[in-house]
């Protein structure tokens, strides 16, 4: 497999990924995102478009559809693994695993898919230094994000190429690890001397949002009932049907047949006590999304899922049909084959929706030790760590589901594929400047209907 990986090579050098230039007949970014558009909520859509019109970061959080068509006319390696599909750098978090540790990993799946290993890493790569120009940071601040990143994944791609294959699978960064690590780095002077003290206060704040604290802060009681507290358009309880408790328990039963039957005994002990639609994300805002809270033994045992729509992965349009479908399928397999461990609730179901659609959903807990680092305060040296951190995350997903000894023989020991990467990343930061421009100006003119602040 090395060898396959070093023989690929010749046919698709590593300094090919250098750079970028948008393809002479490439489709209008806006149109691409209008595209989506179709089968959004249409009154939560301007909300859509309000938050990516903040910067060219939250422009870049939600175009995954236009950098999936703009990596298709990309060289690819056509070395296979499943794919995040949107791995830019904040959608790496903290969550719990079944057993109660806090660990760091990917957290967003929506867009999973087979791929090439590459685009995972030019995704994750154009964001850190899209998000270095927005802190204001130097063009090297940058460069240096992405070269920590795409060595931190060469070198621990290299070591799990060497590593057996339950090793691979039992990889995994909790939160005492990556203490450990910033400890080791501010003893060496490579970071401040807060750093770790401000990774603890991350770590402390995620333990606490848990759904009792998520029950405790989205809900309360009127004439005597529990029930979520009305706050348009984020959350709304009157967005959804008079019999939304009756639709909602129906969809539970189907969801729950996509769980092991050995937690099928934990759901039964819960009650669906209320429902409201949620608006979330950047990019996914206008796709249907719910909260759902039930109780188990009484009211200070609250269980609060999310139910949210899965549609066709951006990446299905270069990359070929879903290979597990439904879509809420897709999204639940491709987060257990990248993720170290994944909600104890983590499921899918299809059915007809609110409005009377066929629909695709995965659930999962609303806020289970949920928390990432603060992307709008983080300083250069920090986000150079951080880099390193999701450059080693997403190495161990893509090795759990691709050969890592052929991408760590194609990749080599040297340089070289970073320096590509950091000329591709600060090529397509100027493109996503530009494409984020275009969004302003149609705002403006009245094109695009845009709802800022919410």
């Excluded at 206060?201 to 606490?208: I, S, T, V, Y």
Aim: charged letters at 30%.
């Amino acid at each position: 497999m090395r060898a396959r990986g070093r023989e690929l090579r010749q046919r698709v050098p590593r300094s090919s990924h250098a750079g970028f230039q948008p393809a002479p007949d490439r489709p209008d970014p806006l149109e691409t995102l209008a595209q989506q558009d179709t089968t959004r909520v249409p009154e939560l859509v301007p909300i859509r478009y309000g938050r990516m019109s903040v910067s060219p970061f939250a422009f870049f959080r939600g175009q995954a559809a236009v950098m999936a068509a703009d990596l298709a006319t990309t060289p690819t390696t056509e070395i296979t693994a499943q794919l995040c599909g949107d791995a830019h750098l904040a959608n790496f978090g903290t969550f719990a695993t079944p057993e109660r540790r806090v660990v760091y990993d990917i957290n967003d799946f929506d867009e999973t898919l087979p791929g090439p290993f590459e685009w995972d890493l030019k995704r994750l790569s154009a964001s850190l230094v899209i998000a270095a120009r927005h802190r204001g940071f130097d063009d090297e601040d940058g460069s240096d994000a992405v070269r920590t990143a795409t060595r931190t994944y060469r070198t621990k791609m290299e070591a799990l190429a060497n590593a057996g294959v339950l090793d691979v699978w039992y990889e995994s960064v909790d939160d005492q690890q990556i203490l450990e690590l910033l400890d080791d780095r501010v003893a060496e002077g490579a970071l401040d001397t807060e750093a770790a003290a401000d990774a603890r206060r991350l770590f402390d704040r995620a333990q606490r949002r848990t759904s009792q604290h998520a029950a405790r802060k989205l809900t309360e009681v009127v004439d005597g009932e529990v029930r979520f507290r009305e706050d348009p358009p984020i959350l709304s309880r009157t967005a959804m049907p008079a019999d939304r408790l009756e639709r909602v328990s129906r969809y539970l039963e189907h969801y729950r047949e996509s769980l092991p039957a050995h937690r099928h005994q934990v759901l039964s002990r819960f009650e669906v006590i209320d429902a409201a639609r949620r608006v979330v994300g950047v990019g996914s805002v206008g796709t249907r999304a719910y909260v759902v809270l039930l109780h188990g033994r009484d009211a200070e045992d609250p269980l609060v899922l999310q139910v949210k729509e899965a549609g066709p992965s951006v990446l299905e349009q270069h990359l070929g049909a879903n290979p597990h479908p439904p879509a809420g399928r897709r999204v639940v397999e491709g987060q257990h084959l990248m993720q170290s461990a994944s909600d104890l609730f983590l499921g899918w179901l299809s059915g007809t929706g609110l409005d009377g659609q066929e629909r695709d959903y995965y659930v999962r807990q609303f806020r289970d030790m949920k928390g990432s680092v603060d992307l709008e305060r983080i300083s250069p040296d920090r986000l150079v760590a951080y880099a390193g951190l999701c450059g080693d995350l997403l190495a161990a997903a893509h090795a759990r589901s691709s050969e890592p000894a052929e991408i760590a023989g194609y990749l080599g020991s040297g340089g070289r594929f970073e320096e590509s990467l950091v000329a591709f990343s600060h090529d397509y930061a100027d493109v996503n400047e530009t494409d984020h421009a275009r969004l302003i100006e149609a705002i403006a003119d009245g094109g695009i209907d845009a709802e800022v602040g919410v």
